[in-house]
């Protein structure tokens, strides 16, 4: 019997806003222009399974930030000629972001939002990222590493002296969420790999955030190796079963070539023996036409094919394990002459993060590994 394939996607949809509930009132009902655009981009590429950055929650108390009208009133609905898209399975994560420390982070002698989150925001829930998919997500065997402190990691990058003890003792690694959840396909299972680091930037001469990114990054690395000294949420030992098949999703913020992360993190998550380098960095690594055509405001070092971001940069990734056999992948970014254009352009003709996202969906299709028993 073959194996199932599937379409495997992340896209950082941009659906969040400093004041809270206010994405969940723009979701609310039909209409929207942005929302419509975002959403036939998703209708277009059709993925079975799909991570979106930045997208509004709290991720509790069954709170789904306007998730469910999302589906309901832009995916389940055609959009700009797409095919409608269903997804009945659905996981809004805990998050980081806007959680009140109870440190004060930066020193102003106040805990105030958004500088003394544990990750950045203005309310609880801002900048979340939520799991849609075709296939059962099997939430009770979810494994996250949302609570593990930043001075746990072994050799961290926490900047020195910056940090107050009592902040130390409090500051999470995650500014979101590290996160492991299986897809059962049919008889097989492989895990979801779920992040999303802050960006290396807004940062002062100690660098805190580039440095974080640094090791948020490396969470991902350590989770792959199943080092000894994690312990997730739930409180159970280690990272990935060593042969599991999985899929890395996320807006990494980060590129090899340019940007201003540290980019010995990424370096190693590309090149580990565990990811399939076809994908990070080979002949099928993600591409598009109309990136070429994207003048950004600097000068880049890094293929254009390859950006997803309106900053000239690769920043989202979709990483299958090295188990899996790829079949295709792609960047959504309309070529020129493309009537999809429309979608990431104003009237103008000019591309802009208020048309739609300043983020581009990257998509992998994958075809599961030939079954070996049940994974977990």
């Known amino acids: 019997m073959p194996t199932p394939t599937l379409r495997v996607a992340v896209f950082n949809i941009a659906l969040s806003d400093p004041v809270p509930g206010r994405i969940r009132q723009k979701l609310s009902a039909p209409g929207h222009a942005r929302i419509a655009r975002l959403a036939a981009m998703i209708q277009h590429v059709q ?4 991570l979106l950055c930045e997208f509004d929650h709290p991720g509790e108390g069954g709170d789904d930030g306007g998730l469910t009208d999302f589906c309901r009133y832009y995916l389940a609905e055609p959009q700009y000629g797409q095919v409608a898209i269903d997804y009945p399975y659905r996981y809004c994560p805990p998050t980081n972001t806007g959680l009140l420390c109870e440190a004060d982070l930066d020193g102003d002698g106040e805990r105030t939002l958004p500088q003394d989150g544990q990750g950045y925001g203005f309310h609880h829930g801002h900048f979340s990222f939520v799991v849609l998919s075709r296939y059962p997500l099997i939430e009770e065997e979810i494994r996250s590493w949302q609570t593990l402190l930043w001075q746990q990691m072994p050799d961290n990058h926490m900047p020195e002296g910056y940090y107050s003890p009592e902040a130390m003792a409090q500051l999470r690694l995650s500014s979101k969420n590290h996160l492991l959840l299986p897809v059962q396909v049919g008889h097989q299972r492989f895990q979801l790999l779920c992040a999303h680091p802050t960006p290396p930037v807004f940062d002062g001469p100690e660098r805190r955030n580039a440095r974080r990114n640094h090791d948020e990054l490396r969470l991902l690395t350590d989770i792959i190796n199943d080092e000894a000294y994690l312990t997730d949420d739930q409180g159970n030992p280690g990272g990935l079963a060593k042969d599991a098949p999985f899929v890395l999703l996320g807006d990494l913020n980060a590129d090899l070539h340019d940007g201003e992360g540290m980019v010995l993190a990424l370096r190693h998550l590309l090149y580990h023996p565990r990811v399939h380098r076809v994908v990070s960095e080979g002949k099928l690594t993600p591409k598009s036409l109309g990136g070429r055509f994207f003048r950004p405001w600097k000068l880049r070092r890094g293929r254009s094919s390859e950006w997803t971001h309106l900053s000239g940069l690769r920043l989202d990734y979709v990483l299958p394990s090295a188990d899996f056999d790829v079949l295709n992948s792609g960047v959504f970014w309309p070529d020129k002459k493309d009537p999809l254009r429309r ?23 994958v075809r599961l590994p030939a079954v070996k028993g049940e994974y977990s």
């Open 47 to 50: 993925p079975d399974v799909l």
């Open 343 to 365: 979608l990431v352009t104003g009237e103008d003709g000019k591309e802009r993060a208020d048309i739609s996202s300043d983020h581009r969906l990257v998509w992998v299709d």
